[in-house]
């Protein structure tokens, strides 16, 4: 007979290795520079990011919402093709780094920010704290 604790719980979340230390696979040390980047500085370097798109659109475009959307997606385009970094990623003390194949930066950042428009890609993860549009493009956000 099959044991309730046998199946788990889904309170006690996914089945997971306990001693797995995210970005292994990935060839990324456990802490310090070029680790996996904690998940806060994440959504906090998107708002600010964000809040400089909706500035300068106002500022320069009249404030409209798809001249925010298309701003921020250029933003990071360029700034991550330029730098591994956005305004606020570099804030926050955080870059975009290549893990995986041989294709440029440009196409990469492209990758990664269109998925990352369409939200869904954004939220959800792997083990590895690297959320799809990031396992998609092959780059991970790190520390620095």
């Known amino acids: 007979m099959i044991d309730r604790k046998d199946l788990g719980s ?10 797995y230390i995210k970005g292994s696979a990935l060839g990324l040390p456990a802490e310090g520079s070029g680790a996996v980047a904690p998940f806060w500085r994440r959504p906090l370097s998107l708002l600010i990011d964000w809040v400089l798109c909706v500035v300068l659109s106002g500022l320069l475009l009249g404030g409209q919402p798809l001249a925010d959307l298309v701003l921020f ?8 093709t330029l730098f591994g970094a956005t305004p606020g990623q570099f804030v926050l003390r955080v870059r975009v780094l290549s893990v995986s194949g041989r294709s440029p930066m440009l196409l990469r950042a492209a990758v990664r920010t269109a998925l990352m428009l369409l ?10 704290g690297q959320p799809l549009h990031d396992a998609a493009a092959g780059t991970a956000v790190v520390s620095f």
């Open 10 to 19: 889904w309170m006690e979340g996914p089945p997971g290795e306990a001693d």
């Open 73 to 80: 997606a250029v933003l990071n385009v360029l700034f991550l």
């Open 119 to 128: 939200v869904l890609p954004a939220v959800v993860w792997n083990r590895d």
